[in-house]
């Protein structure tokens, strides 16, 4: 299956090259594929912060290369470089409030230093390691697409439906995508029929980009409304709802796109079976529950825009909700698969070495 979505593998959206870091600007997709050079830590941190890129595990990636970028400049500076990149650590940390992946990935390229031999080069050292954690989410793609098309196959080995929330593709990642990436192996293996998308209000994160994904790798996309989420599980015949996580609480909570909570609701009611396909890096066990997750609101204006006009009348606008574990069926990471996810199971997931 590696092979195959390799040889599938037709979206990058983050590219470092020759010391400065590539991001393909997903405000403007699909309508234009426009692409940003960031060379410096704030630019790396203004993109993560309006939205240039997005998805939890692109997040933590991309604020990698930006503590790269960071200690670039501040070694450059000289004096107590390390005080100074402290402040551009605390810059990233402060870009988006929910995603794990982002802390998970600044915290690791700070043990990394911290580890440093006395003659190291700081600056090689800390390229190698934001490289090595874009790797190996690219790398726990491909293993969590396998484990998920397992799993579906094991419940029906034909042809089914499959509706998605959100973006989790290869603009959201360093890979294939974490749900997306196990549809696209649904797809390979003949196991799909058809994936209905929600649009993803209001950012549009799936009408704008998941469907675009999809429809160039030539699977069956249909697009619906956020609130036909229900009826479209109860008159398709969808057998699966598969969605990413930006957070995974020690209990099996799951933090996600504003909307798979009801969808939650929905698929237990009609006895459709739920996957949260997510890397390890989401999990974070010091929240005991999703309810000690930081969830984002972001500028009720997003929603206040119609026909061109200003509605003049207040708004609130949550991008984040929690799942609640017992609405879930199995979580996949690239550690292996829970069912049924609780503190134990997950606890013991999290001491298991990657399946790569
Ligand atoms: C595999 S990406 C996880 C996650 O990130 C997205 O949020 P956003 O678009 O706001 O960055 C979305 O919730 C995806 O499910």
């Excluded at 890129?53 to 990698?64: L, N």
């Excluded at 057998?239 to 990413?244: D, K, L, P, R, Y």
Aim: glycine content about 8%.
């Amino acid at each position: 299956m590696r092979d195959r979505l390799l040889a599938a593998e037709n979206v990058k959206a983050i590219d470092w090259r020759d010391g400065a870091l590539y991001l393909l600007d997903q405000r403007v997709l699909p309508s234009q594929e426009s692409w940003v050079a960031c060379r410096t830590v704030e630019a790396v941190a203004d993109a993560i912060r309006c939205m240039l890129v997005r998805g939890a595990p692109a997040i933590g990636i991309c604020a990698a290369y930006g503590l790269v970028l960071a200690a670039r400049e501040r070694i450059a500076q000289g004096g107590d470089w390390q005080a100074a990149w402290e402040e551009d650590y605390a810059l990233l940390a402060h870009t988006r409030p929910t995603a794990s992946n982002l802390f998970w990935a600044l915290q690791r390229m700070r043990d990394r230093l911290d580890r440093l031999k006395k003659h190291a080069d700081p600056l090689a050292v800390l390229e190698a390691e934001a490289i090595a954690i874009h790797e190996s989410d690219r790398e726990a793609n491909f293993v969590m697409a396998q484990l998920g098309v397992e799993r579906i196959r094991k419940h029906q080995g034909n042809a089914q439906a499959f509706l998605t929330h959100g973006n989790t593709g290869a603009l959201a990642t360093g890979g294939v995508g974490t749900a997306l990436g196990v549809i696209r192996a649904a797809f390979l293996e003949g196991l799909v029929e058809q994936v209905y998308v929600n649009e993803t209000r209001p950012w549009l994160q799936g009408s704008r980009l998941t469907a675009w994904e999809l429809a160039g790798d030539g699977i069956p996309v249909t697009v619906n409304a956020d609130s036909a989420g229900a009826h479209i599980l109860k008159t398709k015949g969808v057998t699966w709802v598969i969605v990413g996580a930006d957070c995974i609480a020690a209990n099996g909570d799951v933090v996600s796109k504003i909307g798979t909570y009801q969808l939650a609701v929905c698929a237990m009611h009609h006895g459709v079976r739920f996957m949260v396909v997510a890397p390890s890096s989401t999990l974070d066990l010091m929240m005991a529950t999703g309810d000690d997750v930081a969830l984002e609101a972001r500028d009720p204006g997003e929603l206040l825009e119609v026909m061109g006009q200003r509605l003049k009348v207040d708004a609130i606008n949550p991008v984040f909700d929690v799942t609640p574990a017992d609405l879930i069926d199995v979580i996949v990471t690239e550690k292996g698969v829970v069912e049924r996810p609780d503190t134990a199971k997950l606890a013991r997931l999290m001491c298991r070495k990657r399946l790569h």
